[in-house]
T-cell receptor
Framework: GDSVTQMEGPVTLSEEAFLTINCTYTATGYPSLFWYVQYPGEGLQLLLKATKADDKGSNKGFEATYRKETTSFHLEKGSVQVSDSAVYFCALFSNSGGSNYKLTFGKGTLLTVNP | DTAVSQTPKYLVTQMGNDKSIKCEQNLGHDTMYWYKQDSKKFLKIMFSYNNKELIINETVPNRFSPKSPDKAHLNLHINSLELGDSAVYFC?????????????FGSGTRLTVV
């Protein structure tokens, strides 16, 4: 079945540091890829998405590029802020039909940014 | 107005009890979901309903029974609660079960079984 593998956390950075959170996936067909963010005590919010190979999703200074050849969708931000502290989830949506229409999440990566 | 609202936000109960969690969405979405997030933050789908019809039922013990009285509501009833049921349960909705967009999550229900 479909699966998503994210780098293990937690990740602790200082403000203005560069962030990379690795994500690779296994899926049949051509899935859509997503990054979701969960702030403390809240539900998940969509951060960015990409629907086909070589698409780059971006939002709030975060970017991720859909790499079909390496089956990856790594999240990056050039300069993190304290307010970026949250749990980040990589996810895929399979389009192979039937009961496979669902969001499959990675295990989440906790990011803590210190002032 | 909260788009996807869950009640209660916190639930502490003893083993063996039966409890329900309610979810309502006011987005006009056709599809609703229950996800379970364990203590390590792993998020896994449990059920999905599209227009009140069960679409996904992921190897969940039959002590868990979802009910969708209409497409705006999806409740989760759990019988004979066990310690391992302790988790945060998230309700979500989306425009259509075959579409990858428009997922909106509730803020979660933290269930603690003691």
């Amino acid at each position: 079945g479909d699966s998503v593998t994210q780098m293990e956390g937690p990740v602790t950075l200082s403000e203005e540091a560069f962030l990379t959170i690795n994500c690779t996936y296994t899926a049949t067909g051509y899935p859509s890829l997503f990054w979701y963010v969960q702030y403390p005590g809240e539900g998940l919010q969509l951060l960015l998405k990409a629907t086909k190979a070589d698409d780059k999703g971006s939002n709030k200074g975060f970017e991720a590029t859909y790499r079909k050849e390496t089956t990856s969708f790594h999240l990056e931000k050039g300069s993190v802020q304290v307010s970026d502290s949250a749990v980040y989830f990589c996810a895929l949506f399979s389009n192979s039909g039937g009961s496979n229409y669902k969001l499959t999440f990675g295990k989440g990566t906790l990011l803590t940014v210190n002032p | 107005d909260t788009a996807v609202s869950q009640t209660p936000k916190y639930l502490v109960t003893q083993m063996g009890n039966d409890k329900s969690i309610k979810c309502e969405q006011n987005l006009g979405h056709d599809t609703m979901y229950w996800y379970k997030q364990d203590s390590k933050k792993f998020l896994k789908i449990m059920f999905s309903y599209n227009n009140k019809e069960l679409i996904i039922n992921e190897t969940v013990p039959n002590r868990f029974s979802p009910k969708s009285p209409d497409k705006a509501h999806l409740n989760l009833h759990i019988n004979s609660l066990e310690l391992g049921d302790s988790a945060v349960y998230f309700c979500a909705s989306s425009t259509g079960h075959h579409l990858p967009y428009g997922y909106t999550f509730g803020s979660g229900t933290r269930l603690t079984v003691v």
